[in-house]
């Protein structure tokens, strides 16, 4: 058992103890507002808990808020265990806030001490979600340490494939890829490890250039390379310049194999292969529309046409003898107003 968690369940020197009700000081419980007035929280028909559109708003209702090292893990293992969103941003719980909220992160002290906003939101029907032990959040720190320590002696004894990263806590933005050839797959991948990125640095990474590695070590030296992304072999020629010129860096176990970047490439590539049929189907759809719809409207004017000469031919005779009795009418109505006589296409005024 860990020394932590015996010192917390005995008084050394006057032997064991009672333990106490509820969960250790340490413990981190989450707890799920299931009060119908929660965000995104609710029961499904089968009584699952979900959360609409795979959102989750979280409070934390403990005297010191978590660790950077304690959330990243945290987050990690409530990933693992639930199906609740991970959480992003965290503010204090308070009786006002309560009501809305989805989830909940305490410690066992603060139940066990009768925290207000954790005694009103257990009277309003949030319920226990998810425990997790101090000891888990340290086990889970200690075996990322191992891993670090592995991949490094397996890259300085060239034993290592695949790609990973190191991260550099300064002020850039920017992190340098130092990859040739599947860029989306490895754009992908090292976006993923944000939260990984952030555990080591103060300010987040977001932005990524692709570049060589010699560019990468010059940008490292002069401040602008927050990570530098690389193959193993490129990464241990890296490491190696930054241990001889003493750059303190942090190297992540995140590790990628060379298949799982090919199975996100062709994952995009068989994407991308869909969505261009799919629009080439479209682009045919609206030409063959187009096309039938030019049809029709020459069909409609032929048709027209069609009728305007059967039209011709029935009323075109009877049109021409109305208008040349129209123009003799006319022509009398203008004698009888002006005086005039009309011969032969024009008109002969008698005084």
């Known amino acids: 058992m860990d020394s932590m968690r015996l010192k917390e369940r005995h008084n050394f020197g006057t032997g064991p103890v009672p333990i106490p009700p509820g969960p ?27 959360f609409d559109s795979e959102q989750a708003d979280y409070c934390y209702a403990m005297i010191n808020p978590l660790q950077k090292v304690d959330r990243f893990y945290l987050r990690k293992l409530i990933g693992e265990r639930t199906k ?7 503010s204090p719980c308070s009786v006002a806030n309560i ?34 032990e101090q000891v888990e959040i340290e086990a889970e720190a200690e075996r990322d340490l191992i891993l670090v320590e592995n991949l490094k002696n397996d890259l300085e004894q060239g034993v290592r494939a695949g790609f990973g990263y190191v ?18 797959a490895h754009s992908i991948l090292i976006s993923q490890a944000e939260d990984r990125i952030n555990l080591y640095r103060d300010t987040r990474v977001s932005v990524f250039e692709f570049m060589s590695i010699d560019q990468a070590f010059s940008q490292w030296q002069r401040g602008r390379c927050g990570v530098v992304y690389a193959n193993a072999d490129d990464l241990s020629r890296f490491i190696e310049s930054l241990e001889n010129n003493q750059d303190h860096f942090d190297l992540s176990p995140d590790w990628y194999s060379a298949k799982k970047v090919d199975k996100i490439q062709n994952t995009i590539k068989t994407r991308d292969d869909e969505t261009k049929r ?13 096309k039938l719809e030019e ?8 048709e027209a ?47």
């Open 295 to 302: 049809e029709a409207r020459d069909k409609a004017v032929s």
């Open 84 to 90: 609740a969103p991970q959480f992003e941003a965290l």
């Open 167 to 184: 991260v550099n806590n300064n002020s850039s933005s920017v992190g340098c890829l130092t990859i040739d050839g599947s860029e989306d």
């Open 278 to 290: 799919a629009i080439e189907t479209r682009r045919r759809e609206l030409e063959l529309q187009k």
């Open 99 to 132: 009501s809305t909220m989805d989830l909940i992160i305490t410690d066992g002290r603060a139940i066990n001490e009768g925290n207000l906003a954790v005694k009103s939101a257990t009277e309003m029907g949030y319920e226990q979600f998810a425990e997790v």
């Open 24 to 50: 250790l000081p340490s413990t981190k419980v989450i707890f799920v507002n299931l009060s119908g007035s929660a965000a995104h929280a609710i029961r499904n028909l089968d009584g699952e808990i979900v």
């Open 305 to 351: 046409d069609k009728k305007q000469i059967e039209l011709r031919e029935i009323y075109g005779p009877r049109v021409k003898g109305l208008k040349e009795a129209f123009e003799s009418e006319m022509n009398l109505a203008l004698d009888q107003l002006l005086g005039k006589k009309y011969f032969g296409g024009t008109f002969w005024v008698f005084r």
